[in-house]
Every structure is written in C-alpha cells, then in structure tokens.
C-alpha cells in the first residue's frame, strides 16, 4: 500500500504539473499561430515580376504553409496531450499488472482510461485497449497471451491488482484473481443510480471483454440477458473501435442507432468520460428521414411498407421493358439475371457514359416499378429502399454502426441497414425477450453474405440476487440461464396500493437515490405524475433527464434505463399478462431495479 501511494503520487503530481505546463504551452502556440498568419498577412503581396521572383514568392508561400502545419500539428499534439492528463487527474490508473516475459525483471503496467507518457516517452499509463491489457482483462493470474502487431505475445501475469483511487489519495487496493468473487465490481454494482449510464472500463467482465475486442468479423450479434452490460459492451466496443483506427477513421465514422432521445439521453457522457467524442446518434425513424431528404423524397416513414417483399422480389428476374432503360445498357445485362443485379448493371453503365440522372429519385417510374414487383404501390420508404439496392448505393463515410436493442427493429429495417451500410462493421446488441410488442425478427438472415459473429451473455449484473431471479422466470427459454453476480438482497414484493402519499412514505429514498414507477401507457405516466407531487415525468422524447427522486415513465420509454428502486404499476393488467407479449414486458420492467422490487396489483 505504502509503495502503490507513493507511486500514485508520483503519477499525480506528473500529470498535475503537466496540465500547467500543457495549458501554458497551448497558449504560447496559440499566440505564435496568431503572429504567423499577421505576419502573413503583412507580406500577402505577390511578387511575380521576373520569373525568379515569382519562384522566391512561392517557395515562401509553401515555406509559410509547412509553418503553419506544423504549428497545428504540435497544437493538436498538445491538446489532445492535455485533455489525457485532465481525464486521468481524477483517477491515474484501475490496474496494475506484474507481467513476466520470461527475459528481464518482472515488469508493472498500469492501466487507465486513456494512455501517458513522460516527456521521454516512457509509459507511465496504458490504455486500458491497448494490447497488453488484454492480461489484464483475461481475469486471472498465470500463462496467458495477448496478441500485439499481429504477433502473439506469450507473458506470464504474477500479479493483478485494482485500485481505487480518488486523486491523489490511495483509497483501496485489492489484488484479484477470479472474477466473480470481484470486490470491485461488486461495490461498483452496488452504487446508487442518479445520472445515467456509467462507463465500466476498471471492471469488464471477461465475456464482455471478448465482445469488446472482437476483430475477427465483420458482424457482431450479441443476444444478451436483461442487465448483462450489453449497451455498457456496446459503448466501450465503440471506444475500443475508434482507439484501433485512430488515424484512419474521422469521428463521424460511427454511428449508434439508438432508440429514442431519452435513451441517448442515458447513455450521454459515457465516451466523453473515456476520453473519446459523443458518437453521431440517431435513432432509426430520423435516419430514414434524412436520408430520404438527402435523396430526394419528401416525408419518408415506416408506415405501410412492402421492403420485406421488395427485397425477395429484386431477387428475381423481372421484365425490363415497361422501365424503357437504354438498350444500350440493357445489352450488359441478361434477361436471366435477378432484377437488382441487372439494374445495378444498368446504373453502372449510365455511369461509365455520364449519364446518371440529376435527381436519382425520379430516375425510375415507381408507378411502373410496383407494378413491375407486383405491389400495388410503392411509398416513399419503399422507393428510397429500391433506389439504394438497385443502384447498390452504400454510405462509405460510416465505417461502423452500433444498434442497441436489436430485437425491437423490424425486417425493413435490417434491409434498408444492410443495403445502405454494405460496407461497415455492425455491432449489434439486443434480448430477444426484451420485445414487448410482436415477434423479434431472425436478423441473421439479413447477413447471410457476411461474417457473423453471435454471441450470448447470460449474468446479469444490474439487480440484487432475489430481483434476478423473479424476472428470470419470465424470460422463458433464457430463465434456466440467468446467473446473478450480486447477492441475493431484498425479495421483490407484492401488494396493492392504498394511496401513493402511503406507499411513498414507506419507500424512503436517500438523497442520491433514484426511483422509477414504470407505468404501463405513456398516458397513465402523465396522470401519475399530475397526480404525485415533485416527480421527474421522463418520456421517449427525453426532454428530461433521470435524477435522484421520483421519476415517472412508461415501460417502452424504461427500456434500457435503471433505477435504484423500481414500483411496476397494474401488475396483473391485461397488458402484463398479454398470451403473447406479457411474460416479455413482466420480464422487462421486472429488470429496471437495481436493489428494490414492487409490484403493485
Ligand atoms: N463489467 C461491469 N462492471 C460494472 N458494471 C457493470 C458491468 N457490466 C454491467 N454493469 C452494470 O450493470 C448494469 C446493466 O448494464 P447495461 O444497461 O449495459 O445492461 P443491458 O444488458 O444493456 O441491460 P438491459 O438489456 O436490461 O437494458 C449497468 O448499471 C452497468 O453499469
């Protein structure tokens, strides 16, 4: 302990006079940025009178260019230097790993939530993605490997400690190594939840580990239980992402398809607090909207679409007459060939001649084309869906999409996402239990041409041990799988409500607390809150936030999010006990709750 403070104190006091350092050198550079582009702008003339006056007046010019790029390129080095050292203030480092390589001494790797180092480049902090760290996520000590710059790197773990620390005071050490006897992760689980969603970085779980770093596939689909830290692997995935193609990927090279805005909402600050920008975010109807806007068609939604039977019927050869294309590009096709492959041959061929369309929404006759594809008529989703297949359209600036509660997603939308992103990398998270209303597709079908990669997490991280078990027996073909880490807590209870003011009193929060009354309609959510004073009322539209108190909202609008304590109203309802989608929602708003459970009837 003595040895880890003084260590700490050391890291602290490094990164505390960088940060002065930093700021200083930061604006020193903005200072001399400033006087270079004056000074620019003083000997702006051209001087391009005698041939050699006009090469000396470009080679300036260029000579002033390299100055300035590297004045930014020292810029951006400092500030992003800067911003690391403001991120680990807080907290230096989680881990310390002694790791024998079989050669020297035993080495000490710390890990932290961003990388540092000294002014000579030595590694004082790792990041908590880079290789290395992989020993330290594999969640035992001895033999193991990690693979570095495609080599694999055989290391033996002596040791495998985690810290709790708060600035520059040392508050706990614990050496580990077994994960589910892990302190810290458990006193982590057993923190209040007021704000939102937390990043987990210090206490991934081996399996969620693997999810994280998988690089093998293109296509990663993970069907996990209620609380197993699926959006929590989601958001670290995308960190873990950008930190491997940092360099080649700009910021808006991934995109997270959320559910709605209180969701967003939720899960707001988690990559911030990893030192990484907010993702673009959007969730699926707002998508679709804009891309129909960028291409052309007015008011694009879901309503009423044929995409599921469009896209087995541009599997099929279709007739091209009535479409009247260039004979000349038809010649490139054959008659035998599926309708969408011959029009991509078609586009191809307008595109080697420069003769696409100017407004490629009105390049076919949608009348004639549902006619020809057997529907009575094509909506603008519909139309926007064909434009992107039959021109094989793909929006390569995305380089990875991230989709959180999958199941929830209908097969229009897993055609029009695989059409559109062809060539990203999909990380894909969702309960096939968590759908409240109808059936979850099979979305492995829509990737039957590229690598998948499905995985299941089955702990359930979220809730006490008794909560686990009561919603794990509505989770059907899962509920033998459902394995709780935290211990077994309150029993959830049952009862029927005599008034609020009564039950309130009896359910008293601590000030950090946070409680959810999880109604079944958004309209019994706004009576509710009308009727029961100082409440957070939160819908889908997220206009508000979750906050320590009473929050009220219906159950698709608690989907995803968590509570210290949990109330689930008209319990025995026609919509809890559905034949088809009951055991669904009991399953779910029965997960909300992190440490209390109670049931109204
Ligand atoms: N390895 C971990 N370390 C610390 N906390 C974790 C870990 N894994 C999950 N948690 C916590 O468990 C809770 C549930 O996680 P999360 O919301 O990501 O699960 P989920 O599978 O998306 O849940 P659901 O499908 O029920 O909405 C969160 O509070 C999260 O911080």
Same mark, same amino acid.
């Given at each position: 302990?003595e040895?880890e403070?003084?260590?700490?104190?050391?890291i602290?006091?490094?990164?505390t006079?960088?940060?002065h350092?930093l700021?200083k050198r930061?604006?020193a550079l903005t200072t001399e940025?400033?006087?270079v582009?004056?000074?620019?702008?003083?000997?702006g003339?051209l001087d391009?009178g005698?041939?050699?006056?006009?090469?000396?007046?470009?080679a300036?010019?260029e000579?002033?260019n390299?100055?300035i790029d590297?004045?930014?390129?020292?810029?951006?080095?400092?500030?992003?230097?800067?911003?690391?050292?403001k991120l680990l203030?807080?907290q230096?480092y989680f881990a310390?790993?002694t790791?024998?390589?079989g050669?020297?001494?035993?080495e000490?790797v710390?890990?932290?939530?961003? =990388?540092?180092?000294?002014d000579?480049a030595h590694?004082l902090?790792?990041?908590? #993605?880079?290789?290395v760290?992989e020993a330290?996520?594999?969640n035992?000590?001895?033999?193991?490997?990690?693979q570095a710059?495609?080599r694999?790197i055989?290391v033996?773990?002596?040791? #495998?400690?985690?810290?709790v620390?708060?600035h520059?005071?040392l508050?706990?050490?614990?050496?580990?190594?077994?994960?589910l006897?892990?302190?810290?992760?458990?006193?982590?689980?057993?923190?209040n939840r007021?704000?939102?969603l937390q990043?987990i970085?210090?206490t991934?779980?081996a399996?969620?580990?693997?999810?994280?770093?998988?690089?093998?596939?293109p296509?990663v689909?993970v069907d996990?239980?209620?609380?197993?830290g699926?959006?929590?692997?989601?958001?670290?995935?995308?960190?873990?992402?950008?930190?491997?193609?940092? =360099?080649?990927w700009?910021?808006d090279?991934v995109l997270?398809?959320?559910?709605?805005?209180a969701?967003r909402?939720y899960?707001?600050?988690?990559l911030p607090a990893?030192?990484e920008q907010?993702?673009?975010?959007?969730?699926y109807?707002?998508l679709i909207?804009?891309l129909g806007?960028?291409f052309?068609?007015a008011d694009?939604t879901?309503?009423n679409n044929?995409?599921?039977?469009l896209?087995?019927?541009?599997?099929?050869?279709?007739?091209?007459?009535p479409?009247?294309l260039?004979?000349?590009?038809l010649h490139?096709?054959?008659?035998?060939m599926p309708?969408?492959?011959?029009?991509?041959?078609?586009? #191809?061929?307008?595109a080697a001649?420069?003769?696409l369309?100017d407004?490629p929404?009105s390049?076919?006759n949608?009348?004639?084309v549902?006619?020809?594809?057997g529907?009575s008529?094509?909506?603008?989703?519909d139309q926007?869906?064909?434009?992107?297949?039959?021109?094989?359209?793909h929006?390569?600036?995305?380089k990875?999409?991230f989709?959180?509660e999958a199941?929830d997603?209908?097969?229009?939308t897993w055609?029009?996402?695989?059409t559109?992103? =062809?060539?990203a990398?999909?990380t894909i998270?969702?309960?096939?239990r968590?759908?409240?209303?109808?059936?979850?597709?099979?979305i492995t079908?829509?990737f039957?041409?590229?690598?998948?990669?499905p995985l299941?997490l089955?702990?359930?991280?979220?809730?006490?041990g008794?909560i686990t078990?009561?919603?794990?027996?509505?989770?059907t073909?899962?509920?033998?799988?459902?394995?709780?880490?935290q211990a077994? =807590?309150?029993m959830?209870t049952q009862?029927k409500?005599?008034t609020w003011?009564?039950?309130?009193?009896?359910?008293k929060?601590a000030d950090?607390?946070?409680l959810g009354?999880?109604?079944p309609?958004?309209?019994?959510?706004?009576?509710?809150a009308?009727?029961i004073p100082?409440?957070?009322?939160?819908? #889908?539209?997220?206009q508000?936030?979750?906050?320590?108190g009473?929050?009220?909202?219906?159950l698709v609008?608690?989907k995803?999010?968590?509570f210290?304590?949990?109330?689930?109203v008209d319990w025995?309802?026609?919509?809890?006990?559905?034949?088809q989608n009951g055991?669904?929602r009991?399953?779910?708003?029965?997960?909300?709750?992190t440490k209390?459970?109670t049931?109204?009837t």
């Amino acid at each position: 302990m003595e040895t880890e403070a003084q260590h700490l104190h050391t890291i602290f006091n490094t990164l505390t006079t960088d940060v002065h350092k930093l700021t200083k050198r930061l604006a020193a550079l903005t200072t001399e940025g400033r006087s270079v582009k004056q000074q620019l702008g003083q000997d702006g003339h051209l001087d391009l009178g005698s041939i050699t006056e006009t090469l000396d007046t470009f080679a300036n010019i260029e000579a002033n260019n390299r100055q300035i790029d590297a004045l930014n390129v020292r810029y951006d080095a400092t500030s992003i230097r800067l911003a690391h050292a403001k991120l680990l203030i807080p907290q230096a480092y989680f881990a310390k790993l002694t790791l024998d390589y079989g050669d020297d001494d035993p080495e000490a790797v710390y890990l932290g939530k961003v =990388g540092y180092a000294d002014d000579d480049a030595h590694d004082l902090i790792y990041d908590w #993605r880079a290789p290395v760290a992989e020993a330290y996520y594999a969640n035992r000590t001895g033999a193991t490997s990690y693979q570095a710059n495609n080599r694999t790197i055989e290391v033996t773990v002596l040791g #495998r400690r985690q810290f709790v620390i708060d600035h520059d005071r040392l508050v706990s050490v614990v050496n580990t190594t077994a994960a589910l006897t892990d302190e810290l992760l458990l006193a982590v689980l057993a923190e209040n939840r007021r704000d939102g969603l937390q990043e987990i970085t210090a206490t991934i779980q081996a399996e969620q580990n693997a999810i994280i770093r998988e690089t093998q596939h293109p296509v990663v689909l993970v069907d996990g239980v209620a609380g197993s830290g699926k959006t929590s692997v989601l958001l670290q995935r995308v960190a873990f992402q950008l930190y491997q193609h940092r =360099g080649d990927w700009s910021p808006d090279a991934v995109l997270l398809i959320t559910p709605n805005k209180a969701f967003r909402q939720y899960i707001q600050g988690v990559l911030p607090a990893l030192g990484e920008q907010e993702p673009l975010s959007v969730t699926y109807p707002t998508l679709i909207h804009q891309l129909g806007t960028q291409f052309g068609f007015a008011d694009v939604t879901q309503a009423n679409n044929h995409i599921v039977q469009l896209a087995k019927r541009i599997q099929q050869p279709v007739d091209l007459t009535p479409l009247q294309l260039p004979e000349n590009a038809l010649h490139q096709t054959s008659a035998t060939m599926p309708f969408v492959a011959r029009m991509r041959g078609v586009w #191809r061929w307008l595109a080697a001649v420069h003769q696409l369309p100017d407004d490629p929404a009105s390049w076919l006759n949608w009348h004639t084309v549902a006619h020809m594809l057997g529907v009575s008529s094509l909506t603008t989703y519909d139309q926007l869906y064909l434009l992107f297949a039959l021109t094989d359209y793909h929006q390569t600036s995305t380089k990875a999409v991230f989709i959180d509660e999958a199941q929830d997603y209908d097969d229009d939308t897993w055609a029009l996402l695989t059409t559109i992103f =062809g060539t990203a990398e999909f990380t894909i998270v969702g309960d096939h239990r968590q759908r409240l209303f109808g059936t979850a597709p099979s979305i492995t079908t829509w990737f039957t041409n590229r690598s998948v990669q499905p995985l299941n997490l089955t702990t359930s991280y979220r809730a006490t041990g008794a909560i686990t078990a009561f919603f794990a027996q509505y989770a059907t073909e899962w509920s033998p799988l459902i394995q709780a880490v935290q211990a077994p =807590g309150l029993m959830p209870t049952q009862r029927k409500l005599t008034t609020w003011s009564e039950l309130l009193a009896t359910n008293k929060l601590a000030d950090d607390q946070s409680l959810g009354i999880i109604t079944p309609t958004p309209a019994a959510a706004k009576r509710l809150a009308d009727e029961i004073p100082d409440t957070t009322r939160l819908t #889908r539209q997220g206009q508000t936030k979750i906050s320590a108190g009473i929050n009220i909202l219906d159950l698709v609008t608690a989907k995803g999010l968590e509570f210290d304590h949990v109330i689930i109203v008209d319990w025995d309802s026609d919509y809890y006990t559905d034949p088809q989608n009951g055991a669904n929602r009991r399953y779910v708003a029965a997960s909300r709750g992190t440490k209390t459970l109670t049931l109204l009837t």
